[in-house]
């Protein structure tokens, strides 16, 4: 059974970066494409970024394009989530998620297993 953690939350001043990162177990994690979502209080799980298995087909939202950085390192199981120049509104609980033989999707309904979610916060 696959099983992913999240870590690096927390509190950041706005312009300020974080690094989240998600650690995979329990499958092979390159046969794996690995997306990041979020969800703030009130309002929908939203798509953030996707990787491929290989490190291709990078995609990001609309809201987050040109600040955030998903990568991912297969030796240790893990994927990454680079967060600069934050803002109070990408204030949301972060889950990452895993999409088994997927290229990487901004859907939810893709993603096979997701995390527990680690919350960031961004003060004005």
């Known amino acids: 059974q696959v099983q992913l953690v999240e870590s690096g939350g927390g509190l950041v001043q706005a312009g300020g970066s974080l690094r989240l990162s998600c650690e995979f177990s329990?499958?092979?994690?390159?046969?794996?494409?690995m997306g990041w979502f979020r969800q703030a209080p009130g309002k929908e799980r939203e798509f953030v970024a996707t990787i491929r298995w290989n490190g291709g087909n990078i995609y990001y939202g609309d809201s987050v394009k040109g600040r955030f950085t998903i990568s991912r390192d297969n030796a240790k199981n893990t994927v990454y989530l680079q967060m600069n120049r934050l803002k109070p509104e990408d204030t949301a609980v972060y889950f990452c998620?895993?999409?088994?033989?997927?290229?990487?999707?901004?859907?939810?309904?893709?993603?096979?297993?997701w995390g527990q979610g680690t919350q960031v916060t961004v003060s004005s």
């Open positions: 998620a895993a999409d088994a033989y997927g290229s990487g999707s901004v859907k939810i309904s893709e993603y096979d297993y």
């Open positions: 329990g499958r092979t994690f390159s046969s794996y494409a």
